[in-house]
């Protein structure tokens, strides 16, 4: 199994910057595809960038040209760093790994972290 554990969320005035960090741990040589995904109160969880393990990134329309997402593969991290924070974006982000293990894929999870942004 993998486990995902997020740092770096908080309050941050509209306009600032955050960045948050994801550590695996475990079978993480099962781990593919990585990313971010941000759900708030009364909404799904929506995507918010993913990254491949030879680092070709995805980000949602909202976020894209504010938000830059990056791993490195040999200490097993995924971070974001989140400039030009609006109200909208804030939430709980989780940490997301494609985790392919014994061949079977799973969706593998963080526990999330909160992130405010106050107008």
């Known amino acids: 199994q993998v486990q995902l554990v997020e740092s770096g969320g908080g309050l941050v005035q509209a306009g600032g910057s955050l960045r948050l960090s994801c550590a695996a741990s475990?079978?993480?040589?099962?781990?593919?595809?990585m990313g971010w995904y941000r759900q708030n109160s009364g909404n799904e969880r929506e995507l918010v960038a993913t990254?491949?393990?030879?680092?070709?990134?995805t980000y949602a329309e909202s976020v894209k040209g504010r938000f830059t997402i990056w791993r490195d593969n040999a200490v097993n991290i995924v971070e974001v760093q989140m400039n030009g924070l609006k109200p909208e974006d804030t939430g709980v982000y989780y940490c997301y790994a494609g985790v392919t293990l014994s061949g079977v894929f799973s969706d593998t999870w963080g526990q999330g972290t909160q992130v405010t942004v106050s107008s």
């Open positions: 990254i491949s393990y030879g680092g070709r990134s």
């Open positions: 475990g079978s993480v040589f099962g781990i593919g595809i």
